[in-house]
């Protein structure tokens, strides 16, 4: 009689209605806190429905295939559809950027100051600066990038922006208690605005109403100048999430198409999802988007090639 229920269980409408009811919410819920973390994880929620679905297909169990199949595809489907996305088009570089995140108690100083130069970047934008870090890049990096402005901090919201280009204006600002860098390099091209930013984590239910007050501050900052504009950092957001899909709709900001490649967790070189970003105004097109690893970092890095429009 068990075997039969959970037969039945297994290959039912009311295993069906689980799935596909998992996946609406998913693929649909409003933006609040609970339903935001578990969307943060849409491509690992869609490789679950498509292992059950390869499970049960070869068993003829189709109410729970098909259904697994179903929401599949319902969960992909914000995947495939984040910010809009960026049509490169042929025009002369104006600045490579760097992002990277370090882990506030790394210790693999050698390795990451290597990685850093390694990028070639004419800007590289850091995240979770201690003072100790702080130091250690001023001290190391001052050769190749001369110009930097930090603001280091011991709750793992430290930051700097380091540049081969002198600033022509640079500023500590702050969102909502977490310091961002906003500064002007002049490029054969003219002025460039970047902003370095590490939003709020949203592990609870205050930080993320506290991240998504500061994605709305940036809106705000970005609007105040038409000067072409690069966002950088950890936005502690996916590609899909509504917080983000509102700060580009205010903006017109948008990110390379290569940009939903993971970069938190990073565990053995791989990733789940993509919190670090790079996003440009339009006068500006991302060109390149590659990520590489940070040596003691939970994060990968980013590095970037970014053109003027024509």
């Known amino acids: 009689m068990m075997k039969k229920l959970l037969s039945w269980w297994a290959d039912g409408p009311v295993a069906a209605g689980v799935l596909l009811s998992v996946a609406v919410v998913l693929a649909f819920a409003p933006d609040h806190f609970l339903p935001m973390l578990a969307r943060a994880f849409l491509v690992q929620w869609a490789v679950a429905f498509g292992l059950i679905a390869v499970w049960n297909l070869p068993q003829r169990r189709w109410w729970t295939g098909g259904a697994s199949m179903l929401a599949l595809a319902l969960t992909l489907w914000p995947t495939m559809d984040p910010v809009e996305q960026e049509v490169p088009l042929e025009g002369p570089d104006v600045l490579r950027v760097a992002q990277m995140n370090l882990l506030q108690p790394n210790d693999d100083h050698a390795e990451v100051l290597e990685e850093a130069l390694a990028t070639g970047a004419d800007v590289i934008s850091f995240q979770e600066v201690s003072p100790e870090w702080a130091q250690v890049l001023k001290v190391n990096l001052k050769s190749a990038y001369p110009f930097h402005r930090s603001m280091p901090g011991t709750n793992c919201y430290g930051i700097a922006l380091f540049s081969k280009i002198p600033f022509e204006q640079v500023e500590v600002k702050q969102l909502c208690r977490r310091p961002m860098v906003e500064a ?105 988007l590659d990520s590489f690893r940070i040596s003691g970092s939970d994060h990968r890095g980013l590095v970037s090639t970014i053109q003027a429009r024509i």
């Open 184 to 288: 002007m390099v002049r490029t054969p091209n003219g002025l460039i605005r970047l902003f370095c930013v590490h939003a709020t984590s949203p592990g609870n239910y205050t930080c993320f109403r506290e991240r998504n007050e500061q994605l709305d501050m940036l809106a705000t900052l970005i609007n105040s100048s038409s000067i072409p504009t690069i966002l950088i950092g950890d936005l502690n957001t996916v590609g899909w999430d509504k917080a983000l899909a509102r700060l580009c709709n205010r903006t017109g900001l948008r990110e390379h198409s290569k940009s939903t490649g993971a970069t938190w967790p990073s565990i053995a070189g791989m990733a789940l999802i993509p919190l670090d970003h790079v996003l440009v105004t339009r006068q500006l097109s991302v060109s390149s």
